[in-house]
């Protein structure tokens, strides 16, 4: 199983970038999938956003109404569209994959990428 992120990259605060997780040996869509981060000199944190197997999406507050995850099932691949990023927003950012969304939500999963690093800086 293994997950690979991409999309990572240096923006200016305000701006977009979108992140992939592409998944091979297992199909995305029977697992969720959940993104965690982990800032500069800072202990890793929590799910900040998941999508379960049937799609449904859920967020945290520091991310909600400025993330937003999708999916390409056909190319087992998962989206998370980031808008209006802030320089609090640079981290290192892995996605993470679990048989069970209630684990995802509580921040436990079995699989997680190598991460990707986004930094939001003028």
């Known amino acids: 199983v293994q997950l690979v992120e991409s999309g990572g990259g240096l923006v200016q605060p305000g701006g977009s970038l979108r992140l992939s997780c592409t998944a091979s040996?297992?199909?995305?869509?029977?697992?969720?999938i959940g993104w965690i981060r982990q800032a500069p000199g800072k202990e890793r944190e929590g799910v900040i956003c998941?999508?379960?197997?049937?799609?449904?999406?859920d967020y945290t507050d520091s991310v909600k109404g400025r993330f937003t995850l999708s999916r390409d099932i056909a190319k087992n691949t998962i989206y998370l569209q980031m808008n209006n990023l802030r320089p609090e927003d640079t981290a290192l950012y892995y996605c993470?994959?679990?048989?069970?969304?209630?684990?995802?939500?509580?921040?436990?999963?079995?699989?997680r990428g190598q991460g990707t690093q986004v930094t939001v800086s003028s």
């Open positions: 040996e297992f199909s995305l869509d029977d697992y969720a």
């Open positions: 998941f999508i379960n197997y049937d799609g449904d999406t």
């Open positions: 993470v994959a679990d048989l069970f969304w209630e684990r995802v939500r509580r921040s436990q999963y079995d699989y």
